[in-house]
């Protein structure tokens, strides 16, 4: 079967808009590369992936996205040096290490390196 998709985007559930695009952007590092309607703010993360955050009520608190990165110690340095907490440092099956943390609402945002790459 050929691959029939191109390109991916992670939604993520807010009650609070203005919270959680200042949080994103503490640990994205930038403003929204787009914010097409009142409400939602769009980061090309990749070439063909973007993270999105949009206010949903109902499924604020209730959702999740993993980010690679290439190096997780520096991850988790910026990270600390913007004020937010990380969990503990897991490895999965000698393949990606993960580290948790919860945006304002409570979703998980993990970032994730992947030791095969290594």
Same mark, same amino acid.
């Given at each position: ?19 959680a ?11 929204? =590369?787009? !914010?097409? /309607? ?6 090309? %993360? #990749? ?8 206010? $949903? ?7 999740a ?12 340095a910026?990270? =600390?040096? !913007?004020? /937010? ?6 490895? %999965? #099956? ?8 919860? $945006?304002?609402?409570?979703n998980?945002?993990?970032f ?7």
């Amino acid at each position: 079967m050929p691959n029939r998709f191109n390109d991916i985007a992670a939604v993520i559930a807010t009650k609070d808009y203005a919270t959680a695009r200042s949080w994103y952007v503490r640990v994205i590092g930038r403003e929204p =590369d787009l !914010e097409p /309607i009142e409400g939602v703010g769009e980061w090309q %993360i #990749a070439a063909t992936a973007w993270l999105q955050i949009a206010v $949903d009520h109902d499924r604020a608190g209730k959702t999740a996205v993993r980010l690679g990165v290439d190096d997780l110690a520096a991850q988790i340095a910026a990270l =600390d040096a !913007e004020g /937010i907490a990380t969990g503990e440092v897991v490895v %999965i #099956a000698d393949m990606v290490k993960v580290v948790d943390v919860a $945006d304002p609402d409570g979703n998980e945002v993990s970032f994730v390196q992947d030791l095969r790459a290594e």
